[in-house]
Structure formats: C-alpha cells, structure tokens
C-alpha cells in the first residue's frame, strides 16, 4: 500500500515560470491537506481539498496560486509566474475522512520548490 | 484566532537526557492532538495522537504525551534521548477554521532537537 506520493522531489524553476507539484494520496483517502515549509516558520496550512472540491483555501495566497482535486489522478497545486519568495517545500498529506483519522494524516515526502 | 504555540524552537540535549518539549493551543472545541518528527531532509511521521480516554498517550521510540485540557497543553516527553532523535518535531491539532467549517490539522511552528552523542 503505497503512501502519499509527491512528485517531483525537487523542482527548479526560473521567475516568471510555472510550477506544477503533485500529489497522489493513500489509496482510500479522499481528503487532501497541501502545507508550505520555510525554514524557522514550521507547516502553513494552504488548502484542504476532497475529490473535485475545494473545501477550505483560507491559507492559499490570494494571485498565482491555485489547487484542484480532479475525480482522476493527483491533487495538483499551481503556482504561476513564481518568484524567489516561492521557494520552499511543499507537502501534501491525505487521510480517509476530515475527523476519523485513526492512523493521523500521512505525509509525502515533498516537493522542494526553487525558484531562480 | 486559533492557533498552536511550541515555545522551544531550539533544544539542544546530550545523550541520555531527559527531554520535554512544550505545546499549547487556543481552541476550545473537542480536539484530535498529533506530535509529528521530521528527520533531516524526511518527510513527517506521526509519533503519537491523542483522540480520546486516557491523557497519557505511548507513541514509537520511547515518546509519550499527556493532553492537559485545563491548560490547553499537549506537551511531549522521552526520559533518555538518544543521537537519533535529532530531528524537527511539530505539534499539530485538528482546529475547526470557522463556525461550522472543516476541521483543519494546525501546526506549531516547530522545535528542533539536536542530540549530542
């Protein structure tokens, strides 16, 4: 049973570019959870999506950022024209429902994001 | 606003030491509590939960937690810490983001632990 899978690992991307991460969760779990990491501010919760619906995109930046959850295939988070303040690592995590959540949320491994 | 507080962002510890690394939240609705371990260049791993019953929560590699819900805190112990658990550790609490909205999981910022062999 394969976890949550996040590709690609590393993305470089030069300003102005477009970034693409994915996000494929557990097998069973239909509620995604994307977080940024800079280093000494911990995990920013983004947005919170189900199959084919946000649910909750209050820590989503307002311009260039954008997330879907398509009924196939992986859970993408965009971001257009990047700038060097988009560097960081971006995780995705999944669970089985919003509150039942026996084995806690499962985390990928990450896409870190640098922007040149 | 809700929000989780870890007030130890750096510890630094030598082997064999006792550790105990503080987290509080202010929300005070029904709570799932989790302590996460980043290690270096990793991805996050649940070291333990809390959901319901006993307040004393037994994760993996030695690591408990008590939920005190008098004082909002749900801080995380190890007696003897060993080099390997050099790592980042997260506290995180599901918080409700608005009146009738989602349950969110809310991190704290962090605390790295550094262990000297």
């Given at each position: 049973n394969a976890g949550v899978m996040q590709n690609p690992r590393h993305l470089v991307r030069r300003r102005g570019q477009e970034a693409r991460l994915r996000c494929s969760p557990m097998k069973g779990h239909s509620h995604v959870y994307w977080y940024r990491q800079l280093p000494e501010e911990g995990l920013k919760f983004m947005v919170y999506l189900q199959k084919e619906n946000i649910?909750?995109?209050?820590?989503?930046?307002?311009?260039?950022f954008s997330a879907e959850f398509p009924k196939e295939g992986p859970s993408i988070l965009r971001i257009q024209?990047?700038?060097?303040?988009?560097?960081a690592a971006y995780f995705c995590a999944s669970s089985p429902s919003p509150i039942k959540i026996p084995d806690g949320y499962t985390f990928g491994s990450g896409t870190r994001l640098t922007v040149v | 606003a809700q929000s989780v507080s870890q007030h130890n962002h750096h510890v630094i510890l030598s082997e064999a030491a006792s550790l105990e690394l503080g987290c509080n939240y202010s929300y005070g609705g029904t709570v799932n509590l989790f302590w996460y371990v980043q290690y270096p260049g990793q991805h996050l791993q649940l070291l333990l939960k809390y959901f319901?019953?006993?307040?004393l929560v037994k994760g993996i590699k030695g690591f408990e937690a008590e939920f005190i819900k008098s004082k909002f805190s749900f801080n995380l112990r190890k007696p003897s810490v060993q080099w390997s658990d050099t790592a980042e550790y997260f506290c995180a609490v599901n918080i409700r983001?608005?009146?009738?909205g989602s349950y969110i999981p809310t991190f704290g910022r962090g605390t790295s632990l550094i262990v000297h062999p």
């Open positions: 649910i909750d995109e209050s820590g989503m930046p307002k311009e260039r024209q990047v700038v060097r303040g988009d560097s | 319901s019953g006993d307040p983001h608005a009146s009738g």
